[in-house]
């Protein structure tokens, strides 16, 4: 059994480095009845990889496969007694093992909702547990060609592995479907900025409710980008959100410009004003933000701008960023940095009083895509 030291270490240099993944792998494990592919094409969130336990059967971990052996330095190997290996093909040395968390039936294409849809362009689980929508599948941004640089929402849109707009009653029954797999304790719920003023509020406010009146007990987590009418943030309570993430994604000012060209027009003042409004509302611990490494930030102006968020009581869900279909040659994310990083943000949220595990929905919850719970955890 692997210590929780060894876990965050393992983890924050798969969320770096990722994995090759051989294809004649792929092959040998449907012998052996295991589905391993180099995951989803585009989305929200980070593309291209699968989820899985670490040796200790607790960490989790969203790692990106990568088809070129010359992309990394950890290549994964056969599955024994249920775990493959990693070996360092570098140092030639055995890196650790890993369970592939194997993905839910009703990806099956006989599963379809009522109407028709097959579940899968629906909903998705990630990680264990946490069934994940797009409600919204398109994105102002990419129509007027301001889209954010590492954002792959309408490039599964444009492959047809999903909808361009979901409904409550749709994703009912593909919780219905998870929940009897047991792949559906918590949702999260995501979208592409609508041009309306309410930035898509609405349309979250007509699902939250349609979930609720079926699933009371479900905790959701929404996404949304700041607001200039602070009150949507009320009604995505009301309606049921139980945790929130207002996310920046880029903290350096000249980087937000250059990286997020749409976005930037919301400035920094207007988050901040967001995030202390959604603390009122949602709670401790229950606001957060998504924000990447490896874009070329320095590590002591991130780390201050990291610490201004969890001064304010966000949780700064911290992610190295992934190049995706579309999106290529974005940079990888310096281990030992990342290492320093999430240690340091450990601390920070130890010193203001920001427990990340005790977020009830969503991403954070989730964190298969971030090492803050274990960074908190070893702080």
Excluded at 2 to 24: H, R
Excluded at 219 to 244: C, F, R, W
Excluded at 280 to 300: I, P, W
Aim: proline residues 3%; aromatic residues 8%; charged residues 25%.
């Amino acid at each position: 059994m692997i210590s929780i030291d060894t876990a965050f270490k393992q983890k924050t240099k798969l969320l770096c480095s990722g994995l090759y993944l051989n294809e004649t792998l792929i092959d040998h494990c449907k012998t052996q009845g295991i589905q391993i592919d180099y995951g989803r094409k585009g989305g929200a969130g980070p593309s291209g990889g699968r989820y899985f336990l670490l040796e200790d059967g607790l960490t989790l971990v969203n790692v990106a496969l990568w088809n070129n052996p010359n992309t990394t330095d950890l290549f994964l190997k056969e599955n024994r007694n249920g775990y493959f290996e990693v070996y360092n093909e570098g140092s030639n040395q055995l890196f650790g093992k890993l369970k592939l968390i194997q993905n839910p039936l009703f990806y099956n294409p006989k599963y379809l909702t009522s109407d028709g849809i097959p579940m899968k362009k629906i909903a998705l689980v990630h990680g264990v547990d946490c069934l994940s929508s797009t409600i919204y599948q398109k994105c102002v941004y990419w129509a007027c060609g301001e889209a954010c640089s590492f954002c792959g929402i309408e490039v599964s849109l444009q492959n047809d592995a999903t909808l361009e707009e979901k409904n409550a009653k749709q994703m009912s029954e593909v919780i219905t479907a998870a929940k009897k797999e047991g792949r559906c304790n918590h949702m999260t719920l995501t979208s592409g900025t609508d041009e309306s003023k309410d930035k898509g509020a609405k349309r979250y406010i007509e699902i939250l409710q349609g979930i609720k009146k079926n699933y009371n007990d479900l905790p959701l987590h929404v996404q949304i980008e700041a607001l200039e009418d602070l009150e949507y943030i009320n009604k995505l309570k009301e309606a049921g959100a139980d945790t929130i993430g207002i996310h920046i994604e880029v903290l350096n000012e000249q980087l937000r410009r250059d990286i997020t060209p749409g976005k930037f027009h919301l400035s920094y003042q207007l988050f901040e004003e967001n995030w202390k409004h959604a603390i009122e509302v949602f709670g401790q611990n229950q606001v957060s933000s998504y924000v990447l490494t490896g874009l070329g930030e320095k590590k002591a102006d991130f780390l201050k701008d990291v610490e201004k968020l969890v001064s304010v009581g966000v949780i700064p869900y911290i992610t190295p960023v992934r190049s995706i279909p579309g999106k290529h040659n974005l940079p990888l994310t310096d281990y030992n940095v990342l290492l320093e990083v999430y240690q340091r943000t450990g601390e920070l949220m130890k010193e203001y009083g920001l427990n990340p595990l005790k977020n009830k929905a969503g991403c954070v919850r989730c964190g298969g895509c971030s090492a803050i719970k274990e960074a908190y955890r070893v702080a």
